[in-house]
C-alpha cells in the first residue's frame, strides 16, 4: 500500500510499513523512512506506483483550466478529490485526484487553504485583484527583460537614464528600473558602470560627477527660493578707519578686511573687520533656513555654490568703495615688541578703500619688497605704494605671531608643498562643461600677503573664541589634543586647545557668509558685544542647546562631503591637463611602498598622488621618473610604471616635510583612491576659491596642522 502526504508544504509519497491509529510508518523511494501524523494522509492506493502517478498527476495538473475550476467549485470548504469528481467526472481516476490537488496547491490566489487536502475558493472581487496583480507583475517582468535587452544592445530606456543616480548609489531594489540594470549587467557580465556607460547613459566623465553630487547633496536642485535681503541695522557707528581685503581676483564673498592705525606712534591698533550678515539675517529666519541647509559655499575649480543667495552676498560683502556692516576686533599692539595688550569688538560700518587681490599683487609684495625700502617693481599700483608701510608692519607682525604658535606646537610649520590654482580658459564662473582648458598654477604657501591674513584670522577666531568662553556663551570650536601622530582636529561647543595651530583655543568667525559656523558664532559674538556679561541670557545658542550640536553634526557630514568633492573636482581637471597636454611621463615623490612592488607617490609639479608598481626597495621620500598607464575620468584613476629613480638617496628633512604634509598619509591614500563606489549588489583645511580652485588668502585653517579630513572619494 502506498500513500500521498503533504510534509512541510511539499506533496510526498512513499510505502506504508505499518499504520497505527493516529500516525503511519512510511518509506520513500529513497529509502528512508518517516513517521507521518494521519491527519497529513491524504491518499491511499495499491496501484500504480507513487513515481508513475505523480508524473501522469503533474500532467493533468497542467490542463486544469483554474477559472473552470474555481466555477465548478463549491462555495464552501471542499476536499480536492471532490472538486476532481466535479471538473472530470464521477468516476475521477485517482491521477486526476492527484492533479487536481496539485493544481489547487499552486493557484492561492484561486482558492485558500482550508486544512491538509481542503480548501475554499477566493472571493470574486479578491480574486480579480489577484488576477490583475499577477498581469501586473508579468507585464513589469517582460518590461524589465525588455530593458535588460536593450542595455545590452547598448540602449539606455528613457526611465532607467532618468532615474541612473538613484539606481546607482541609491537604489530602490524593487524598482523595475534598478531590476533590468542587474539582469543586464548579469547577463553581459559587465560591470554596472561601465554598461550604462556604454549604454549612452552618462553624457561626460564631468556631467557623471557633477550630477552625481547634486543628487546626493542638492536633490531640489542649487537655485535659491525668492526671498527679501534684510538690511542691516541703520544706526551702526562709522569706524575711523580705512580698510583693504587681500582675496583672489574671483573671490565675491568677501568676509575679512583689516586697517591699521597709530603707526610710528608706539602703540600700533590692528583691525580685524568681518562682514557681518548676522546682523541683518535673525535665526530662524528664511534665510537663516537655507544657510542652515547648505551649510557652507561649495567651492570646485571654475564654478562655486553660494551658502547665501548672490544678493545676500552682496548686501554684506566687503566691497570697496563703501561703508559696509562688521563685526570688527580691535588689537591694541606694542609696536616694539609685538606683544598685544588688549583687544575690543565693536559692531559697526566699516569703510573699506581697497580690495587688493593676491594673485595680482604676490609678485609685487614679496618679502624683500616689504623689509627692503629699496626694492621697487616697475607697474607697482597705487594703493600698494600707499600701504607699503601698513604691509610692512603686518607682515613682521605675521611672522612674530607665527613663531609665538610654533613655540606652542613643538615645531615649525613648513611650507614645503605647494597649492594650486585651477583656471578654466573661457568659463568665466558659469557652469563647466568638462571640455574647457584647464591651467593648472602654483601658489606658494605662506606668501607674505597670505600670511599676514591668516595670521590676523587666527588672532581673530582665538580671541573670540576665548570671549565667548570667559561670557558663558556656547560656540562651536575646532581643537586638537595634541600633535601625535593620529590626533585629528575635532569640533565641539567647548573651548579646548588646538595643538595644530597653537592657540588655547579656536572658533571659526571670520567666513560667515560661506560658513554657516561662522555665521552662528557671529550671531553669539554679536550678543556678547551688545550685552557683555548678560550675553548668555540673550544669545541665540544657549549653554548645552541641543540645536547647536545639530547644527555641529550637520555641518562637519556637509563640509566633509563638500571638501571631498572639491578634491574629486580638482582630480578630474588634473586628469585632464594631463590628457589636454599630452603628459605621459611624470617625475614623483613616494609616499609609501606597497608590499607587491606598487607603490603611493605624488607628483612633484601637479597636484595628484597615484599608485605606481616597480617600486621595490624604494623609501619614502624617494624622487622617480613614471610612465602613466590609461585614464579613466568616471573613476578618477589613472596609475603608472616607474621608470627610474633619479635621486641617489632620500634629501634630508624631506621625510619630514612628507610627514608635514596636509592630510597625512592617511589623506594622501584617499585622494589616490579612484574607486567608485556602486550601490547595486551584483556580487552579492581650506575651502578652495570659486574660480581658481586655491585656498582663499582669508582662511587661517590653510595652516598645514589643520586639516580638514574630507572623506576618501567614493564617487
Known amino acids: 500500500m502506498y500513500a500521498l502526504f503533504e510534509e512541510a508544504g511539499k506533496f510526498l509519497t512513499g510505502r506504508i510499513l505499518s499504520e497505527a491509529e493516529s500516525s503511519a510508518q512510511v518509506e520513500l523511494e529513497s529509502g528512508k523512512r518517516m513517521k507521518v501524523k494521519a491527519a497529513n494522509l491524504l491518499l491511499r492506493f495499491a496501484q500504480p506506483e507513487p513515481a508513475p502517478l505523480l508524473a501522469q498527476a503533474q500532467e493533468v495538473a497542467q490542463g486544469i483550466e483554474l477559472d473552470l475550476a474555481w466555477e465548478f467549485a463549491p462555495e464552501g470548504e471542499f476536499g480536492f478529490a471532490d472538486l476532481a469528481r466535479e471538473y472530470f467526472s464521477a468516476s475521477a481516476p485517482l491521477a486526476e485526484q492527484v492533479g487536481m490537488l496539485l493544481r489547487l496547491h499552486e493557484a492561492p490566489h484561486y482558492f485558500r487553504r482550508a486544512g491538509k487536502g481542503r480548501f475554499k475558493k477566493a472571493p470574486p472581487e479578491v480574486l480579480q485583484q489577484a488576477l490583475a496583480a499577477l498581469e501586473k507583475k508579468k507585464q513589469q517582468q517582460q518590461q524589465i527583460a525588455d530593458w535588460a535587452q536593450e542595455l545590452a544592445a547598448g540602449r539606455c530606456p528613457a526611465p532607467i537614464r532618468a532615474q541612473l543616480y538613484k539606481i546607482l548609489f541609491k537604489p530602490d531594489k524593487n524598482a523595475p528600473e534598478y531590476k533590468a540594470v542587474v539582469e543586464a549587467s548579469r547577463a553581459t557580465h559587465t560591470a554596472p558602470l561601465a554598461l550604462l556607460q556604454k549604454a549612452g547613459a552618462i553624457d561626460s566623465a564631468y556631467q557623471f560627477h557633477w550630477q552625481r553630487f547634486l543628487f546626493e547633496n542638492f536633490p531640489q536642485g542649487t537655485a535659491f527660493p525668492p526671498l527679501p535681503v534684510p538690511p542691516p541695522p541703520e544706526d551702526l557707528p562709522l569706524a575711523p578707519v580705512q580698510a583693504y581685503s587681500i582675496d583672489d581676483s574671483h573671490t565675491t564673498e568677501i568676509d575679512d578686511a583689516l586697517s591699521l592705525q597709530g603707526l610710528g606712534t608706539g602703540t600700533v591698533v590692528l583691525g580685524i573687520h568681518i562682514a557681518a550678515p548676522g546682523l541683518g539675517l535673525a535665526p530662524g529666519s528664511a534665510l537663516d533656513q537655507v544657510g542652515r541647509r547648505r551649510l557652507s559655499t561649495v567651492y570646485m575649480p571654475g564654478y562655486k555654490i553660494t551658502m547665501l543667495p548672490e544678493d545676500v552676498v552682496q548686501a554684506y560683502t566687503l566691497e570697496a568703495g563703501r561703508a559696509n556692516p562688521a563685526v570688527s576686533l580691535y588689537v591694541t599692539i606694542d609696536e616694539a615688541t609685538l606683544d598685544i595688550r588688549a583687544s575690543e569688538t565693536r559692531l559697526e560700518r566699516v569703510p573699506v578703500a581697497h580690495n587688493l587681490r593676491h594673485d595680482q599683487l604676490d609678485h609685487i609684495v614679496t618679502e624683500a619688497w616689504l623689509t627692503d625700502p629699496t626694492v621697487q617693481y616697475e607697474n607697482t599700483p597705487e594703493p600698494l605704494l600707499e600701504l607699503r608701510e601698513q604691509l610692512t608692519f603686518l607682515y613682521r607682525l605675521a611672522l612674530a605671531l607665527k613663531a609665538r604658535r610654533e613655540v606652542v606646537r613643538g615645531k615649525p610649520e613648513n611650507f614645503t608643498r605647494p597649492d594650486y590654482s585651477f583656471r578654466l580658459v573661457g568659463n568665466d564662473g558659469a ?129 566633509s562631503s563638500y571638501n571631498a568633492y572639491q578634491a574629486s573636482m580638482e582630480r578630474y581637471w588634473t586628469l585632464r591637463y594631463l590628457q589636454q597636454n599630452g603628459i605621459t611621463e611624470l617625475t614623483a615623490t613616494v609616499l609609501k611602498e606597497g608590499p607587491q612592488g606598487d607603490a603611493l607617490v605624488r607628483a612633484d609639479s601637479l597636484p595628484l598622488v597615484f599608485g605606481v608598481l616597480g617600486a621595490q626597495g624604494l623609501p619614502r621620500g624617494a624622487q622617480v621618473r613614471v610612465q602613466l598607464g590609461a585614464i579613466d575620468e568616471f573613476t578618477l584613476e589613472v596609475r603608472g610604471t616607474v621608470l627610474e629613480r633619479l635621486d641617489t638617496g632620500t634629501p634630508a628633512g624631506a621625510e619630514e616635510a612628507l610627514d608635514l604634509d596636509e592630510g597625512g598619509e592617511e589623506g594622501e591614500e584617499a585622494t589616490a583612491s579612484g574607486a567608485i563606489t556602486i550601490a547595486l549588489d551584483l556580487a552579492g583645511d581650506a575651502a578652495a576659491d570659486a574660480t581658481t580652485g586655491a585656498a582663499p588668502v582669508a582662511e587661517p585653517d590653510s595652516v598645514p596642522a589643520d586639516p580638514i579630513q574630507a572623506t576618501s572619494f567614493a564617487p
Request: aromatic share 8%; with cysteine.
Open 431 to 559: 557652469e563647466p562643461t568638462g571640455d574647457e582648458q584647464v591651467q593648472i598654477s602654483v601658489r606658494r604657501r605662506g606668501a607674505p600677503l597670505d600670511l599676514i591674513v591668516a595670521e590676523a584670522a587666527i588672532v581673530a577666531n582665538s580671541r573670540w573664541g576665548a570671549w565667548l568662553a570667559e561670557l558663558g556663551v556656547p560656540g562651536i570650536y575646532r581643537s586638537q589634543a595634541s600633535m601625535a601622530p593620529g590626533m585629528k582636529v575635532r569640533m565641539g561647543t567647548k573651548a579646548l586647545p588646538h595643538a595644530g595651530i597653537g592657540v588655547p583655543c579656536y572658533a571659526w568667525s571670520t567666513s560667515p557668509l560661506r560658513r554657516y559656523t561662522d555665521l552662528v558664532n557671529q550671531w553669539q559674538i554679536i550678543a556678547c558685544a551688545r550685552h557683555g556679561r548678560t550675553a548668555a541670557l540673550a544669545a541665540p545658542f544657549k549653554p548645552k542647546d541641543a540645536e547647536l550640536f545639530a547644527i555641529l553634526s550637520s555641518f562637519d557630514a556637509a563640509y
